[in-house]
């Protein structure tokens, strides 16, 4: 598990470009940062961000560092095609792609969470599908899609999400769900509010483990039915004491 | 593994609603939150109780926040049908059922825990029978029940205890065991006292991981006999040094 | 893994018991129940001992506490019989009787370690030996024999090893080897030298987890030959470092 | 994990045989030391080197200690058969000729790791080779070649390559490749600078622990193809956390 070492301090300035956002949406996101970093979701690469609550055209993401040195001073504002309006200069993520398109496909959408969330691999370059396996993870249902670089950019691609066409098909294989697997590279997560994807990418790599635990066991697995998918998620507890675990207020 | 940031102060103020409360029973109940944290039996979810050592007919729990934040002014008395006594606005377990019925239906049981342990899990799911294959885990017997929610609830089950019915059929199926497993959800734990049932909650999840392994290594397996399955256990050893570890003394 | 809180102070005074025991020898002995903790070889439970530097009939063990809590007035003397020579009324390890009879059958031996490691419980209870797979695990040789309590206490046995005979029948089944498997139960490892035991105890969980790894993936496995397994060891390097982790000088 | 403890000071006095070096050279190789320590590729055995970039026949390297006690004071230069040129009676690293041997081999590499990476040694000894499976183990390629040193020493060896001869018909085995694994040992990895071989050596130990968890899941594996495999890497960003991590600025 990585360690978190900075703490995070909503009373930090934003500066003019957030003048008019509410600071707690900020401190949310950074902590966002450190608590996947925390929780071994994220390593040194992939990214959460946010839909802008100032203007739904618009996306927030941190500068391109890793997630567990984010600050409040690192925010940068993207628009739907995910150029950036205000990086001044400093790095951006090259696959920031993932979340502009994701949230042009869907308005329901608020936050996305790409990792390489490494149990959830495995079940990108085999056959059976990543499935709900237990209550928490009941947002999987089941079973995840699995988008194949391959069949949009051929044989001769290079793995990443590198532009907007790239970012539209992986949307388009999400459709209606909440994750999609990216093959031999990782995930994306989408949710309706930025605690409810932070929950459902650190339970999707739970969910991951105990499935391929069951498949260890052998024999049949009991997955959860249709209805039981749809349980409704408490996601404030958890999101509470996980920023305390990183030292966010 | 969870870490356990707050320390336990048993010198703290209990407060009127306690002032008939040995407190040392009120650090060992808040102690045994961060200790199951911890040793990753409790992740934000989850919790423990015990019979009041006043009333046989109330348990103590903490309010509904994560184990690991748990501190000696969050207690909660309820009675029996798992009506809160002075909750006083504070928010309480949902699934607070299991323990008031397993208290109901077994008057020698004083403590109960209600976790997700994540390697259990898969057992709950698949046909092989959770046993005991390590003198630690020698309570687990033979193999352990699996309560499945559909059989009382229906297909159309939201996979949580929400009620006393359901709270007393996962009663019934624990029977006179230590643990029931809780199909795709979790397990619970009763002991006669809490030492006991901390430890059978932590040995439980050890006995599956290695039940796990020797499943991976192939061919038969070599379970305890019904004998020594009956085996005396000390669990004041690794009280002691769990109490030290989470920082209560 | 376990976190050692304490730290281990040699200037600390050993008592009149001790007076002519160098006292480097005595820290070394703390340290070891410190690292064995720190590097998941011991829970809660478990021991090491070492033979009495002053007296080869003698050895010394720390009172019956978790590991990680040891500390130099802990030190407890024992004859080969494991009858205490001074624990004053402190409480003693139930099954200090593999020390001493391992002491006893095993003239070379002075330093001894029993644990509940758990990647090594496995091959305990299953049909594959424990063999040497990698040049770290050299001491575990073509196999390692495995004690089954059942076939000198009979069925009706309590798994553990409560006296003297139970003790001999351990130390003929480890034979001249470093290590034996207790069904169901731990294991019991010996070397030459404290430092040596402590390695040993440590990479026999190391070559358990390689080897399930390696069963896993399936096919025959390439193990150490008979003349690699003599492999001559550094154990100082791990030894120095051990030490610094834990806190000891 | 282990637990990197020293802070590394850049400002430390190199002394007088590095006063042509590049201090930050030096604080990379020191903190290379304590990164793969702390991302468990390096125990207490295993080593980093980097060529000397004073004098491309020599390699830097520290003396014979745990990697993750590393300070600037402990730097050996030695020329590429692996004689020591300041070693002042310190000890040095018995297997330093697999470092010396790649960079005589191989004039493009510039870093080199030897470890003991745990979960790789099963591919060492099984028959399936370790290959890229997911985007940032692409320089594994279509297979990781084994080297069987008693191919080279016969039967009768001991495991470890001791001199120039066994370091040579290693580096062969190397060939142009990244990674050559060496049975029932561990591996070397070679890159084009200290970061990128530190990148390789974490993310080989990554990759494989996603291939052992797909073999897991069952049925074909969807492996990086020829193309993909050539994948450009970015190794600053997870170099300056790594960095942050253990302390190093």
Redesign the interface.
């Known amino acids: 598990?990585?360690?978190v070492?900075k703490s995070i301090d909503g009373a930090q300035d934003l500066g003019p470009d957030y003048a008019d956002l509410d600071s707690a949406v900020a401190v949310d996101l950074v902590a966002a940062n450190h608590i996947l970093a925390h929780n071994g979701v994220l390593?040194?690469?992939g990214h959460v961000s946010i839909r802008d609550p100032r203007n739904p055209n618009q996306y927030l993401q941190i500068q391109?560092?890793?997630p567990?040195?984010a600050a409040i001073s690192d925010l940068i504002t993207f628009d739907l095609d995910s150029n950036a309006i205000n990086a001044r200069g400093r790095p951006i993520n090259r696959e920031r792609f993932i979340h502009g398109q994701i949230y042009k496909m869907r308005p329901d959408v608020k936050a996305v969470v790409h990792s390489?969330s490494?149990?959830v691999?495995?079940?990108s370059?085999?056959?059976?599908p990543l499935r709900a396996?237990?209550?928490?993870g009941?947002f999987l249902g089941q079973g995840t899609p699995v988008w194949e670089i391959?069949d949009h950019a051929g044989?001769?691609?290079?793995?990443?999400v590198l532009n907007n066409e790239l970012g539209r098909s992986l949307a388009e294989k999400l459709g209606k769900g909440s994750v999609v697997l990216m093959?031999?590279?990782?995930n994306a997560v989408a949710g309706p509010d930025l605690k409810t994807a932070v929950f459902r990418a650190i339970y999707t790599e739970?969910n991951a483990?105990?499935q391929?635990?069951?498949?260890?066991?052998?024999?049949?697995?009991?997955?959860?039915?249709e209805?039981?998918q749809q349980?409704?998620q408490n996601v404030d507890?958890?999101w509470?004491?996980?920023k305390?675990?990183v030292g966010a207020v």
């Open positions: 598990m990585t360690q070492s390593d040194s690469f391109a560092i890793a567990r040195d390489h490494p149990t691999i495995p079940f370059v085999t056959e059976k396996i237990f209550h928490n009941h391959r044989e001769q691609n290079n793995m990443l093959r031999g590279h990782g739970v483990k105990l391929m635990q069951a498949v260890m066991l052998g024999g049949p697995v009991n997955f959860l039915n209805y039981e349980k409704l507890r958890p509470d004491t996980w305390k675990q």
